[in-house]
């Protein structure tokens, strides 16, 4: 029973804030998905990483070992995803961005939050952001068959990430009205990112779904196997392990989605991916946290 009871306080609020979110869209309740995202994007994204980072005390050395960690399980999960694709004869362009960047937004953060608590939440930051410059040079690259300099330089989370590293060299700590404003901002990303993500699964159009549960299967089954692996191979442990491997295995990112109906590269198959991958997750997830915690 404690065990349920501990799996239950990190696994239902997660899943009932995003079926919030679900519920309203099909009530047909206004949401303004454009204005909540660019509220989230380019405002408490980047108060979360630095009131975060304020919070706790990680050295910069486990930082660097999870960015590390990190970039070594995208590039695994692009390697295999390519090669997969490759053999069975699919596009890339279509596919890769679902198969190689997993949501550890709308999802992960709140796991490793109520599992670790801030420092959980400080390194599943690290592999966040990690994700959204890999999803905005080499996502948005795939997609769109050409890089954009101009996309990146206007998102606001990665100043954030700048300030966060000088303040963390020079020792220099955030002025307490800062801090107090940044802590304030940063708290409404975490239950707006799960409503939109609801509101996002409910309005996906799906017209097949056979390839896009094998692929989803692959997403997350490549996901807990690469997790593990580059844990192994960095020598991580404790939360620093548990952050690595839940990241890993998240679904597919609606990102990917948003990026295939843009640039017109398989839309309906990629939301197969979204929708398949979060439902099968509602199971492996608590599954995974008895793995790692």
């Known amino acids: 029973m404690g065990m349920i009871a501990e799996l239950s306080d990190v696994v239902l609020p997660v899943f009932l804030c995003a079926a919030i979110g679900f519920a309203w869209a099909k009530l047909k309740f206004p949401f303004n998905n454009e204005i909540v995202t660019s509220l989230v994007f380019n405002i ?34 692009g390697v295999i995803g390519l090669a997969v694709l490759k053999f069975a004869r699919l596009a890339p362009s279509a596919y890769l961005p679902a198969l190689m960047f997993p949501l550890t937004g709308s999802m992960g953060l709140p796991v490793c939050l109520f599992a670790f608590g801030p420092d959980g939440l400080a ?32 998102t606001p989370a990665i100043y954030a990430v700048i300030v966060t590293v000088i303040l963390e060299i020079t020792g220099t700590e955030l002025p307490q009205w800062a801090f107090n404003t940044t802590d304030l901002l940063g708290d409404i990303v975490i239950p707006t990112q799960l409503i939109a993500l609801g509101v ?80 099968i997750s509602f199971v492996t997830l608590p599954l995974l946290l008895m793995l790692v915690l």
């Not at 919070?55 to 970039?71: C, F, I």
């Not at 990690?130 to 990146?152: D, M, P």
């Not at 609606?254 to 990026?259: E, I, K």
């Open 44 to 77: 408490g994204a980047p108060a979360l990483i630095l009131a975060t980072f304020a919070k706790v005390e990680l050295s910069p050395t486990a930082l660097a070992e999870l960015a590390g960690a990190a970039l070594a399980a995208y590039a695994a999960f």
């Open 123 to 154: 390194l599943a930051l690290v592999f966040f952001m990690i994700g959204i410059i890999g999803i905005f040079t080499i996502g948005v690259t795939v997609a769109a068959g050409k890089f954009s300099l101009a996309t990146l330089l206007r």
């Open 200 to 279: 996002a699964l409910a309005g996906l159009k799906v017209s097949s779904m056979g390839r896009s549960v094998s692929l989803a299967a692959l997403r997350l089954g490549m996901g807990v196997l690469v997790g593990l692996a580059v844990a192994e191979l960095f020598g991580l442990s404790g939360t620093a392990r548990a952050v690595v491997v839940l990241q890993s295995a998240m679904p597919v990112a609606v990102s990917s989605y948003l990026f295939a109906q843009l640039y017109k590269r398989e839309p309906e198959e990629v939301a197969g991916m979204v929708l398949v991958s979060t439902g």
